[in-house]
C-alpha cells in the first residue's frame, strides 16, 4: 500500500488498485478525499500533490470555462465541464480529471459519452470519448499535459486538445487536431486559432488586471 499526504489527509492506494477497473471503484469510495488529485494513466496511478497557482493556472482555466460555458449554452451545443469531473476512457486506458470537458449534443445523443453514476450519489463520471478536453500547464504537470495525455487524449479520438501554458510571457495557447499519427497543431493566423469542434477562431490573451496582476480573457470571432 502507498501512502502520500496530501494537506493534512491521506491518500493510501491499495495494493489491490492494479488496472483501470480497480481504480475506478478505489476512486469512488468514500475514504479517497474528493481533493485529491488522482488519476489512472499509462498504467500508472498518478498523484499530484502541488498547489495550483492562482493566476497562470486557476484563473486560466476559469476564465475559459467562464467564455466556453456562455458559447455552449447560448447556442445549446452541448455540455461544458470545469475543472472537477472524472473522464474514464476504457480503449485508451486512462481515468483523469482534465481543466475543462466539452461534450457535444450529439455526442451525448450517440452514447459516444455516458455519465456514470457514483457509489453514493449523484453522476460522478464520464466515460467515453468527448468532443474537446482543456489542460493547463503547472510546474508539476509539464510532462504529463505535453506528452502522456496529449497521446492518451488522442488516442481515446478526442478531437480537440487545447493546451495552455501561461507561466511566462508569451503565454502558450494551442488547438490541437486528430491527425492520422498523432494530434496536429492548427496554424494560427493573425494570433487566431480555429476550433472545428466549436466553429469559431479563439485567441486567449493575457491583459493587466486588478492590483498589477494579471488577467486572462478569450476572445471569439
Known amino acids: 500500500m502507498v501512502n502520500l499526504l496530501v494537506e493534512a489527509e491521506q491518500v493510501r492506494v491499495p495494493n489491490w488498485v492494479d488496472d483501470l477497473d480497480s481504480f475506478r471503484r478505489w476512486a469512488d469510495a468514500e475514504d479517497v478525499p ?6 489512472f494513466l499509462c498504467g ?75 457509489m453514493e450519489e449523484g453522476f460522478l463520471e464520464l466515460e467515453g470519448t468527448p468532443d474537446m478536453v482543456l489542460e493547463v500547464v503547472s510546474n508539476s504537470s509539464v510532462r504529463k499535459d505535453r506528452i502522456d495525455l496529449r497521446r492518451a487524449y488522442w488516442e481515446a479520438g478526442i478531437q480537440e486538445y487545447w493546451l495552455v501554458d501561461a507561466r511566462k510571457e508569451p503565454l502558450s495557447f494551442d488547438i490541437l487536431r486528430q491527425g492520422a499519427k498523432g494530434y496536429i497543431a492548427t496554424r494560427r493566423q493573425q494570433g487566431w486559432l480555429r476550433s472545428g469542434v466549436f466553429g469559431k477562431a479563439f485567441r486567449l490573451v493575457r491583459r493587466p488586471g486588478a492590483l498589477l496582476h494579471p488577467n486572462f480573457v478569450l476572445e471569439i470571432r
Open 44 to 118: 500508472e496511478v498518478w498523484v499530484d500533490m502541488s498547489r495550483e497557482q492562482v493566476f497562470s493556472h486557476v484563473l486560466v482555466k476559469t476564465k475559459i470555462a467562464f467564455t466556453l460555458t456562455g458559447l455552449v449554452e447560448e447556442g445549446e451545443r452541448g455540455l461544458f465541464l470545469g475543472d472537477g469531473v472524472r473522464l474514464t476512457n476504457v480503449a485508451a486506458d486512462f481515468s483523469v480529471k482534465p481543466d475543462g470537458t466539452f461534450v457535444a449534443k450529439e455526442t451525448l445523443e450517440g452514447g459516444r459519452v455516458r455519465l456514470v453514476e457514483g
Open 34 to 39: 474528493e481533493k485529491a488529485r488522482v488519476w
